[in-house]
Nanobody, 118 residues
Framework: QVQLVESGGGLVQAGGSLRLSCAAS????????MGWFRQTPGKEREFVAG????????YASESVKARFTISRDNAKNTVYLQMISLKSEDTAVYYC???????????WGQGTQVTVSS
């Protein structure tokens, strides 16, 4: 039911920053947990970060937690991923995802490309 559209990707130098946005449409946006996955060619899709409807945040690893910040603005129906100190290994297509409590990540955006140059 919810539709997701990512924006904010692009080309950035190593050590730089980007802020990804995901605009959601649909009824009861605040009821959904939101998150971000990423994927590079030849690799499995990787969970990056998530934020629940209550505001509880999880990160995939300590390395992600040190440099990335997930947040949401329910009034704007938008979730963000602020990324700093970007590295070449962060290059990937980043996907916005959503789920209802007790369900899997059933809703996906089209993805936005992030390329970090060395």
């Amino acid at each position: 039911q919810v539709q997701l559209v990512e924006s904010g990707g692009g080309l950035v130098q190593a050590g730089g920053s980007l802020r990804l946005s995901c605009a959601a449409s649909g009824r009861s946006f605040s009821s959904y947990a939101m998150g971000w996955f990423r994927q590079t060619p030849g690799k499995e899709r990787e969970f990056v970060a998530g934020i629940s409807w209550t505001g509880t945040i999880t990160y995939a690893s300590e390395s992600v937690k040190a440099r990335f910040t997930i947040s949401r603005d329910n009034a704007k129906n938008t979730v963000y991923l602020q990324m700093i100190s970007l590295k070449s290994e962060d290059t990937a297509v980043y996907y916005c995802v959503a789920r209802l409590p007790g369900y899997g990540w059933d809703y996906w955006g089209q993805g936005t490309q992030v390329t970090v140059s060395s």
